[in-house]
T-cell receptor, first 113, second 115 residues
Framework: DAKTTQPPSMDCAEGRAANLPCNHS???????VYWYRQIHSQGPQYIIH???NNETNEMASLIITEDRKSSTLILPHATLRDTAVYYC??????????????FGGGTRVLVKP | DTAVSQTPKYLVTQMGNDKSIKCEQN?????MYWYKQDSKKFLKIMFS???????INETVPNRFSPKSPDKAHLNLHINSLELGDSAVYFC??????????????FGPGTRLTVL
């Protein structure tokens, strides 16, 4: 499985954009980048995913570099409820690994008032 | 309505006992999963089932046995519980495990404590 590297923690001011980096230099051509988050004592929550192009949904934006070796999750206007651990996951092709998600250590994001 | 539900939310038991955790999804998904989150907070997949058929079986002790009576349910039975089994267990489901962009939806978790 392609390995991801994320900073262990970061703080963000409420109302400001939070930019969460992720390195995945060994990613293969058919592997997607997924982002999940886990709010304290809850199950992981899907945020967004992408392959090559930048993606945006109601929760966040995902910027993937042209060489696909890194990506950035952007929370445009962070709120206190966005405090969570954010996981960047490179998902192998399902037929190779059965849709297995491998979670690393993630980035612990603390949104401060 | 809860999309993926688990029961119980908390489970405290003695070493050597046998226990089950139940999971149900009302999303109409074909694939279900069990993950374990240990004390260091790392989440690892244990099993996945597609329409009652086993797809993934990671290196899990055979004391753990998933049972899928139908595609909306995937229960986890654990025999001869050990201290190291203490963890939070998460169930998840997805539409189609072979889909290129299949997304998994997680339940709230079951915190198992073995004394």
């Amino acid at each position: 499985d392609a390995k991801t590297t994320q900073p262990p923690s970061m703080d963000c001011a409420e109302g400001r954009a939070a930019n969460l980096p992720c390195n995945h230099s060994t990613i293969s051509g058919n592997e997607y980048v997924y982002w999940y988050r886990q709010i304290h004592s809850q199950g992981p929550q899907y945020i967004i995913h992408g392959l090559k192009n930048n993606e945006t949904n109601e929760m966040a934006s995902l910027i993937i570099t042209e060489d696909r070796k890194s990506s950035t999750l952007i929370l445009p206007h962070a709120t206190l409820r966005d405090t969570a651990v954010y996981y960047c996951i490179v998902r192998p092709h399902p037929k190779a690994a059965g849709n297995k998600l491998t979670f690393g250590g993630g980035t612990r994001v603390l949104v401060k008032p | 309505d809860t999309a993926v539900s688990q029961t119980p939310k908390y489970l405290v038991t003695q070493m050597g006992n046998d226990k089950s955790i139940k999971c149900e999804q009302n999303l109409g998904h074909d694939t279900m999963y069990w993950y374990k989150q240990d004390s260091k907070k790392f989440l690892k997949i244990m099993f996945s089932y597609n329409n009652k058929e086993l797809i993934i079986n990671e290196t899990v002790p055979n004391r753990f046995s998933p049972k899928s009576p139908d595609k909306a349910h995937l229960n986890l039975h654990i025999n001869s519980l050990e201290l190291g089994d203490s963890a939070v267990y998460f169930c998840a489901s997805s539409q189609d495990w072979q889909g290129g962009t299949d997304t998994q939806y997680f339940g709230p978790g079951t915190r198992l404590t073995v004394l």
